[in-house]
C-alpha cells in the first residue's frame, strides 16, 4: 500500500473515532400553538435549571410562567420522558416516548416544543412510523438508510424558523422513538451511519413511495428536476401489494371541472377502458395532465385510465400504485426482502447508480477538499 493511502486510512479511522454522533434539533408542534404542557419523567431522571426530576415526577409548564427557554436535560442515555398537552397534534400525543432533551420556548402566546435527540434514537421513530411493524428485517434497514438519508440532506429545512426537522410529513412523521419494534434498533446497529449519496458524492435525495403500480416514475415529471439515480425502472415486486390496484368513482360534473373545454370532452369521452398509464389525457390536440387530475380528484397514483359509466352520469377511474411514483417502492422492496434480497440490492434496484456510504467518511473526505 503506498504511504500516501496508509496516511489517509489513518486519519479516516481517527476521524471516525473523534467526530461526535450527529443530533437533531427536531419541533414537535411546528403548526399548532399549544399554551401548557406536562412533562413526565420515564426511565432515567432530568435536569431543568438545576434542579433534579427524578423519574416518574411530572413537571406542568404554563406559557405565562416561562420567559427565556427552559431544557429538561435528560441524565444518561436511557432517559426517557413523555409529554401531555390538551391539544390534538396528530404526532404528538401522550403515549409517545421521548428519548433525548426537551427544549421548551415561549413563542408569541405559546409554546413550542423541541426534542433534541440522538440521530439514530430519531431514526428509529421515523422508521416505525413509516413502515409499521413486524416488517422483515432487511426492509428495516433499507427504510433506515433512506431515513438516515433524508434527514441529514435535509438539516437546513427549518433553518428560518430556529429547528432542524419538523415531526409531520413536511419532513418525516416523528412519534417518538420507537416502541413496538426490537428489529428497528438491530437495523440500525446493522447499517450504522450509512447514508446513500449521487456521483457527486453529494447526499442523495432518497424519495420513496407506497406503491409504484408496475414502473416507477422518472423525478423530472414529477418535480422538474432529473436525477440520475431517480430514473424510472420496471418494477414487478409490487403487483401482490395492496396498493398495487385502485378504483375511483367520481361524479361526471366533477370531472368535468378539470377541463375548460367541457363541449368537447363531453363527445369524446371513452366508454371502454384504454390502457393504464402516467400519458396525459388528450382530447383532439388539448392535453391535460394526470398530475393536475390527481391532486384535484384526490386520486392515490397519477397512473390512470378513465370510462364512462353506463348510466354517463359518473366515471370510473381505474389506476395502480399509490403515491408520487418516485425512488424506491415501499412494497415492491418488502417484497425483495421477504425474497432474501440484502438492502444493497435493494436499494441499488430502486436507484440507479447510487453510491452506500458511512456520512462520517462522507464528512472526512468533504473535509479534504
Ligand atoms: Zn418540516
Ligand atoms: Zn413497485
Known amino acids: 500500500m503506498k504511504k500516501g493511502r496508509v496516511v489517509c486510512l489513518i486519519l479516516l479511522v481517527f476521524f471516525q473515532l473523534v467526530v461526535k ?3 437533531v434539533l427536531i419541533c414537535l408542534n411546528p403548526t399548532t400553538q399549544i399554551t401548557e404542557c406536562t412533562f413526565t419523567s420515564l426511565n432515567g431522571s432530568y435536569k431543568k435549571a438545576g434542579l433534579h426530576i427524578t423519574q416518574k415526577k411530572q413537571v406542568v409548564i404554563n406559557h405565562s410562567d416561562i420567559h427565556l427557554p427552559i431544557t429538561f436535560k435528560a441524565q444518561g442515555e436511557h432517559a426517557r420522558f413523555k409529554i401531555h398537552t390538551s391539544s390534538r397534534i396528530r404526532e404528538l400525543k401522550s403515549s409517545n416516548i421521548y428519548s433525548g432533551n426537551l427544549i421548551i420556548k415561549r413563542v408569541g402566546g405559546g409554546l413550542k416544543l423541541y426534542n433534541k435527540i440522538e440521530l439514530d434514537q430519531y431514526i428509529s421513530g421515523v422508521v416505525e412510523a413509516e413502515s409499521g411493524k413486524d416488517q422483515p428485517t432487511n426492509f428495516y434497514q433499507v427504510q433506515t438508510i433512506i431515513s438516515r438519508t433524508y434527514a441529514l440532506a435535509n438539516l437546513r429545512k427549518h433553518e428560518d424558523q430556529g429547528y432542524q426537522l ?204
Not at 214 to 243: I, M, R
Not at 351 to 358: N, P, R
Open 21 to 23: 454522533s450527529e443530533q
Open 166 to 369: 419538523c415531526n409531520q410529513v413536511h419532513c418525516q412523521v416523528f412519534k417518538g422513538v420507537a416502541r413496538h419494534s426490537n428489529d428497528i434498533y438491530k437495523a440500525i446497529e446493522q447499517t450504522k451511519g450509512l447514508i446513500l449519496i449521487d456521483t457527486n458524492i453529494e447526499v442523495a435525495h432518497a424519495a420513496f413511495h407506497s406503491n409504484c403500480g408496475g414502473f416507477t416514475t422518472n423525478a423530472e415529471e414529477v418535480w422538474s428536476y432529473p436525477k440520475h439515480y431517480l430514473e424510472a425502472v420496471k418494477d414487478t415486486f409490487c403487483h401482490a401489494g395492496l396498493q398495487y390496484h385502485w378504483q375511483k368513482t367520481v361524479d361526471f360534473s366533477r370531472w368535468e371541472t378539470l377541463f375548460k373545454h367541457d363541449s368537447i370532452y363531453d363527445a369524446s369521452i371513452p366508454t371502454r377502458d384504454s390502457l393504464i398509464s402516467r400519458e396525459p389525457i388528450c382530447i383532439d390536440s388539448i392535453c391535460f395532465s394526470k398530475k393536475q387530475a390527481r391532486s384535484t380528484l384526490h386520486l392515490r397514483s397519477t397512473q390512470f385510465n378513465y370510462c364512462l359509466q353506463e348510466d354517463s352520469t359518473s366515471v370510473l377511474i381505474t389506476g395502480r400504485g399509490f403515491g408520487h411514483g418516485v425512488g424506491l417502492c415501499q412494497e415492491g422492496a418488502i417484497e425483495m426482502s421477504k425474497q432474501n434480497y440484502d438492502y444493497r440490492s435493494i436499494l441499488k434496484h430502486y436507484y440507479k447508480g447510487i453510491k452506500i456510504i458511512s456520512y462520517k467518511d462522507l464528512k472526512f473526505f468533504q473535509h479534504l477538499e
